[in-house]
């Protein structure tokens, strides 16, 4: 890690680096520099935080949404000095987002959208700095332990994402989801200064891999046949788990996945998120007119794998009754 009391160019004290300075270092990976940013900040995005929701777990939350928002999205910053400025909006997002219970969710695709739409052919080596902070930051979350892990993913990465939804998924209380999130964020944060200086796995590669075996899976659904290489990745041990095991026991989940097929109905990906044992794939599904019980219109497969092999798959609702999703098995 740079010292953050090193000499700077600017000839400031080298104690006290000015909004300017830090925020270019931080856009340079210097974890530290984002961190004292954030620290130096916090006061006035709890400030516009409780303006909006009140006192409460909202607020907090909110608070620390932003500064993960922030730490995925430094490199947007077009006037460093004015940071702080640019954090309490990101702060005012959040609570608007609450406020409006916005639905809308980018996830990982869409915050790369974000990152790059600004970028043309001219800044090439913002690209690749924006690559890297996120390769940085997925190797932080694999560090985190599942349950902690999974919870951040469909907060942060997923459609999945209100408090309800996220341990209906689960599970799980809503108090626990609250819990594992406190928990995964301030750990998130001290692996993040941990790791900085290191090399890290290309996160792409691992959200792209898993799009193009959802893609063949689901063709291969459609078929009635999955390709060999698909195959390969579900074996006899892999279990279903949750609303479509309603017979309980250990239960394969192909016999569940033919009946889904039967009924005609299909399954189209909307969007991916992948970590090296957890991957997350949202769907939205299509019920052939007069079908009794039609299925809910989206839906995830939440898969738990281990050496690339799912070994339990779970499929949520999200927004639908447990009644509603029976009708799949």
């Known amino acids: 890690m740079v010292s953050l009391d090193h000499p ?21 990976g210097e974890a530290g520099a984002l961190g004292t940013l954030l620290t130096r900040h916090q ?11 009140g006192y409460g777990p909202d607020a907090e939350d909110a608070v620390q949404d ?50 790059l739409r600004d970028v043309g052919p001219s800044h090439p080596e913002r690209l690749i700095e924006q690559h890297a902070m996120r390769d940085w930051i997925w190797d932080a979350v694999e560090e985190l332990p599942q349950q902690q892990r999974l919870v951040l993913m469909l907060r942060h990465f997923s459609g999945i994402s209100s408090y309800q939804e996220i341990a209906e998924a ?27 200086a290191e090399g890290h796995d290309d996160a792409s590669a691992l959200t792209e891999d898993s799009r193009a075996e959802a893609e063949l899976t689901l063709a291969g659904a459609i078929r009635g046949q999955l390709p060999g290489e698909i ?20 239960r394969h989940p192909f016999p569940a996945m033919r009946r889904t097929r039967d009924k ?12 090296r044992d957890i ?33 339990r798959l779970r499929v949520v609702f999200p927004g639908a009754s447990s009644g509603g999703a029976q009708q799949l098995s």
């Open 8 to 28: 700077t160019d600017l000839g400031r004290p080298t104690d006290h680096p000015s909004d300017e300075e830090l925020t270019l270092r931080a856009q340079a």
């Open 43 to 53: 006061a006035p995005m709890r400030a516009v935080a409780l303006s909006l929701l």
């Open 66 to 115: 932003a500064a993960l928002t922030a730490l995925r999205r430094i490199g947007d910053v077009r006037e460093p000095a004015a940071v702080g400025a640019w954090l309490r909006a990101i702060v005012r997002n959040a609570c608007r987002m609450r406020l409006r219970a916005n639905r809308e969710t980018p996830g990982l695709d869409g915050l790369e959208q974000a990152y």
């Open 170 to 196: 689960c599970e799980v209380p809503v108090g626990t989801v609250r819990s594992r999130l406190n928990q995964a964020r301030a750990k998130l944060a001290k692996v993040l200064l941990s790791t900085e």
């Open 231 to 250: 195959l390969e990745l579900w074996p006899a041990e892999t279990e279903l788990v949750g609303v479509l095991n309603k017979e309980g026991g250990r």
């Open 264 to 275: 005609g109905v299909t399954q189209h990906l909307r969007h991916v998120v992948a970590s």
């Open 279 to 311: 991957a997350i794939w949202e769907m939205e599904a299509i019920t052939p007119a007069g079908v009794a019980n039609p299925c809910p219109p989206t839906l995830a497969w939440l898969m738990f794998r281990s050496e690339r092999r799912v070994q």
